[in-house]
């Protein structure tokens, strides 16, 4: 989520739909506009659209900011659950 107050975007879930498989769904049926867009987001960031799954994305990044937040990762054992995900288990 980024913003502020009432006006929080969900940013993961829009680029999560961006990233969706098959026919470039998520960046528009149009083959002309998808193409633009993802040229787009590669400018931003080449990993916009990463080859792993965004469940391993979303571990990733539970467990870096557990990182930076302390310096170093604690131990988590399988079963460790953050936001529903069982982040002990992917460590």
Same mark, same amino acid.
Do not use: S, Y
């Given at each position: 989520?980024?913003?502020?107050? #009432?006006?929080? %975007? !969900?940013?993961? $879930?829009?680029?999560?739909?961006?990233?969706?498989? =098959?026919?470039?769904?998520?960046?528009?049926?149009?083959?002309?506009?998808?193409?633009?867009?993802?040229? $787009?987001?590669?400018?931003?960031?080449?990993?916009?659209?990463?080859?792993?799954?965004?469940?391993? $994305?979303?571990?990733?990044?539970?467990?870096?900011?557990? %990182?930076?937040?302390?310096? $170093?990762?604690? #131990?988590?054992? !399988?079963?460790? %659950?953050?936001? =529903?995900?069982? %982040? =002990?288990?992917?460590?």
């Amino acid at each position: 989520m980024w913003g502020e107050d #009432d006006e929080m %975007v !969900p940013i993961g $879930q829009h680029m999560a739909n961006l990233r969706r498989k =098959g026919a470039k769904k998520g960046l528009g049926k149009n083959e002309e506009t998808a193409t633009a867009r993802a040229a $787009q987001l590669a400018a931003i960031d080449t990993d916009w659209n990463c080859p792993w799954p965004l469940d391993w $994305q979303r571990h990733h990044r539970v467990l870096a900011d557990l %990182v930076d937040a302390d310096g $170093q990762l604690p #131990d988590i054992a !399988p079963g460790g %659950v953050f936001d =529903g995900d069982d %982040v =002990g288990k992917w460590r």
